[in-house]
């Protein structure tokens, strides 16, 4: 899916969380997002996967634009997303919660089930074979029928993405996917993302774990009070000197 983002404001109250953002992201490329706490980024997620409207501004996904669609429908067209904080069903199993993410697009006629059609349990057989594709994918399928709340953090972010990819998506938003993870599964994840986006699949993510960003970014837009400070390749943004000082001396500082 190709991403267009024009000219888009969000304002909270007198907040301007996105002020005038624009990028674009061609289909079955990774493009990363960076900046400070509160620099709009996870808002922009929002607006892209239609949790929020923008104030102003345009959208467009393929050629048409959608920013005043619900999030259903955006995840009917193929964006599905992860949460910087992780939203799972805990009490139900991994392959439960990867199966409610297929539902999301994949509405199951009614008629076949009330009635016990055979056409509805091959049905249900195919989305259980799906889901446990999912996990599969991101290195969780043995933890399949075990309940959410039984994984350690990054086993919970890793099925947050198997959730999403859940309903196929041609458009992945990943927000902090890699956050508390152990480095072995930040690089399985990175491997992950990788081959996704060789298979066409168009990824936008958010992270501040720069070695993940600038090892796998094509393309990265830096954020800062809710503009762009710069957008280029790794290398352009890592030598840019406003996002040393706003970001990565930062970031420094803090560690
Ligand atoms: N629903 C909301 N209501 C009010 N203000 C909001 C809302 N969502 C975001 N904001 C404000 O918008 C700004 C941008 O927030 P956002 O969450 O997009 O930042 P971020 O770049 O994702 O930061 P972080 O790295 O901490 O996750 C912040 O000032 C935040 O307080
Ligand atoms: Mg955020």
């Given at each position: 899916m190709f991403v267009h983002v024009k000219d888009v404001t969000r304002t909270f109250g007198g907040v301007k969380a996105l002020d005038g953002i624009s990028l674009a992201v061609k289909r079955g490329e990774v493009h990363g997002l960076i900046g400070p706490n509160g620099a709009g980024k996870t808002t922009l997620i929002n607006v892209l996967s239609g949790i929020i409207a923008p104030s102003s501004g345009e959208v467009i996904l393929d050629n048409s634009?959608?920013?005043?669609?619900p999030a259903y429908k955006l995840a009917a067209r193929g964006v599905a997303r992860t949460f910087q904080n992780i939203r799972l069903f805990?009490?139900?199993?991994c392959l439960e919660n990867v199966i409610a993410g297929q539902h999301l697009v994949a509405l199951r006629p009614f008629f076949p089930r009330l009635f016990c059609l055979p056409s509805a349990g091959r049905q249900e057989k195919e989305h259980r074979r799906q889901a446990m594709d999912c996990l599969a994918r991101v290195g969780i399928e043995s933890k399949?029928?075990?309940?959410?709340?039984?994984?350690s953090y990054g086993e919970r972010r890793r099925l947050e993405i198997a959730r999403a990819l859940a309903s196929r998506p041609r458009l992945l938003l990943l927000d902090e996917?890699?956050?508390?993870?152990r480095q072995q599964e930040v690089e399985q994840v990175g491997s992950l993302i990788q081959s996704l986006a060789a298979e066409g699949m168009t990824i936008l993510l958010i992270e501040h774990n720069m070695s993940f960003v600038m090892g796998l970014c094509a393309t990265i837009t830096v954020l800062n009070f809710g503009r762009t400070l710069v957008t280029g390749n790794p290398n352009q943004v890592s030598r840019h000197p406003e996002v040393i000082e706003a970001y990565l001396g930062a970031s420094e500082n803090n560690a």
């Open positions: 634009p959608v920013q005043t669609l805990p009490a139900m199993t399949a029928h075990f309940p959410a709340r039984a994984l996917p890699v956050a508390g993870m």
